[in-house]
């Protein structure tokens, strides 16, 4: 287990500097999902999530989650079907009516008045509600506050630069008592560019830790042979959860 445990105790590089120039447009985004270039979804979920879900929610009913860059996330059915109500935001309607689609899900379809050429498709039963539009236009669309966020592949896929802007937009959406739970991945920078981009430790503290309890749950050897495409030799996801102070 010693061994283990050493290779996931990786290198910090200092903060993200390497790919702070990085930037993908949305247009880049939708461009993925027509291409179907999204190794990133996971057809099974996550198993990081799959594992700490009891905890995350912690027996508690009726709970407001929300996923940012939700893509066509299979776990937004997970929790709607525990019983609690599921937001997510996606720039790609594509990912968003395969979601509906592959879930065998009837959904509704409307504007969004306070953001022009936006739309929400909402699940007919109600708790599954996914806004189309680039998510740092929804704090217009008054989308109120949340008991949970579940945040894999949005944070490490935002362009570097955006991140304190992100991370004020997550923390305006959170609710007293709130749990967060963000995936983020540690490998060699300087050897890819991203993304998923690479998170720092410390950079995570600069941006929550004023406002969040920040506890690393896990690490885990992520990499896999498509990795090596990718330059690296190692990629280690790393699993935090951020509780209110």
């Known amino acids: 287990m010693d061994d283990t445990r050493t290779s996931l105790d990786v ?4 903060d993200t500097e390497v790919q ?25 979920g996550h198993q990081l ?7 995350f929610l912690k027996g508690e009913s009726g709970l407001r989650v929300f996923f940012p860059l939700c893509g066509k996330a299979v776990e937004m059915k997970w929790f709607a079907d525990r019983g609690h109500s599921v937001v997510g935001v996606e720039i ?9 689609t592959e879930q065998n899900l009837s959904y509704s379809e409307e504007p ?49 630069g955006d991140r304190k802007r992100y991370a004020d937009i997550m923390l305006s959406l959170m609710r007293k008592g709130f749990q967060y739970l963000l995936s983020v991945f540690s490998y060699d920078p300087t050897k890819y560019a991203g993304p998923p981009f690479y998170v720092s430790d410390d950079e995570i503290k600069r941006l929550f830790g004023s406002v969040c309890t920040c ?4 690490k885990v050897d992520a990499f896999e042979e498509r990795h090596k495409s990718w330059g690296i030799d190692y990629l280690v996801e790393k699993l935090y959860l951020f509780t209110e102070k």
């Open 215 to 218: 506890q690393c749950l896990e």
């Open 112 to 160: 969004i008045k306070e953001i022009p050429g936006a739309k929400v498709f909402k699940s007919s039963s109600g708790n599954i509600s996914l806004y189309c539009c680039n998510l740092f236009d929804l704090p217009r669309a008054n989308i109120g506050k949340f008991d949970r966020i579940w945040d894999r592949g949005a944070f490490v896929a935002i362009n570097p």
């Open 20 to 44: 702070k120039n990085r930037i993908l447009t949305l247009e880049d985004w939708q461009e993925k999902w027509v291409e179907r270039k999204i190794t990133f979804h996971q057809e099974q």
């Open 92 to 100: 790609s309607e594509l990912g968003i009516r395969e979601f509906f």
């Open 49 to 55: 999530l799959k594992k700490h879900l009891d905890a």
């Open 11 to 14: 290198k910090e590089y200092p």
